[in-house]
């Protein structure tokens, strides 16, 4: 298991965002060289915890729960097919590009140690957007996205802040003991609402966004 690339992307003006600002930091690059991950702080008031990539709607991205995007070379490879045309590193805002290693099927509250220092927590998946569709410009993506096998990729939390830099080692080091992978919390949270209450056994590690809707679910149906 390894990273393939570390991707940033500076605020860019465009017509596809709902930000206030009307930037986004999507169009994310490889970055050569060691890239300083950090806990940025609490959400909506913190960035990316990526050192010199944009985030620009603090609402919906950035914060410690939502410091770091990882998504894998090999779902990149399926939309490659699917789509016909080219997805270098960081085509869908990742900010690691991960080979070999199971994004999808993480546990929230999987600890990964990249680089022999870094270590990052997995605290759910990603929900497209609108800009996410504007972005890639592709009819219906965000259907299609949460509909497709590939899984929605992972966002992390730094556990341990240091730098990481394309190729470096990524071992798994902790797994809790549930069973709510981010494809499943994904798969509830989009597409089948009725299983978010059992995803709150992970509401520990689950980023707050994502625990506030499966708290909000759960409440509403449990007095029924």
């Known amino acids: 298991m390894e990273l393939l690339s570390v991707n940033a992307g500076r605020a860019k003006a465009v017509e596809y965002t709902n930000a206030p600002s009307g930037e986004t930091g999507i169009d994310k690059r490889p970055v050569a060289g060691p890239v300083r991950l950090d806990a940025p702080g609490p959400a909506g008031t913190a960035?990316?915890?990526?050192?010199?990539?944009?985030?620009?709607?603090?609402?919906?991205?950035?914060?410690?729960?939502r410091a770091v995007y990882a998504f894998a070379r090999e779902d990149l490879d399926h939309w490659e097919r699917?789509?016909?045309?080219?997805?270098?590193?960081?085509?869908?805002?990742?900010?690691?590009?991960?080979?070999?290693?199971?994004?999808?099927?993480?546990?929230?509250g999987e600890r990964w140690r990249i680089g022999g220092q870094v270590v990052l927590e997995v605290t759910g998946g990603r929900i497209p957007c609108r800009t996410f569709a504007g972005f890639l410009?592709?009819?219906g993506w965000v259907r299609r996205f949460n509909e497709s096998a590939a899984g929605?990729?992972?966002?992390?939390?730094?556990?341990?802040?240091?730098?990481v830099r394309a190729g470096d080692g990524i071992e798994i080091v902790?797994?809790?003991a549930h069973d709510i992978t981010v494809a499943r919390l994904h798969h509830a949270a989009t597409t089948d609402r009725s299983l978010l209450p059992e995803t709150l056994v992970a509401a520990e590690w689950m980023e707050s966004g994502l625990l506030g809707l499966a708290r909000t679910y759960a409440d509403k149906y449990a007095k029924r």
């Open 174 to 176: 902790h797994r809790p």
């Open 137 to 139: 410009d592709e009819a």
């Open 82 to 108: 699917a789509l016909g045309r080219d997805l270098a590193p960081g085509s869908f805002g990742e900010n690691l590009t991960t080979r070999g290693l199971d994004v999808n099927n993480a546990l929230l």
């Open 152 to 163: 929605p990729g992972a966002f992390c939390r730094v556990i341990v802040p240091g730098e």
């Open 47 to 65: 960035a990316s915890g990526v050192a010199g990539d944009d985030v620009c709607d603090l609402r919906f991205h950035g914060g410690n729960d």
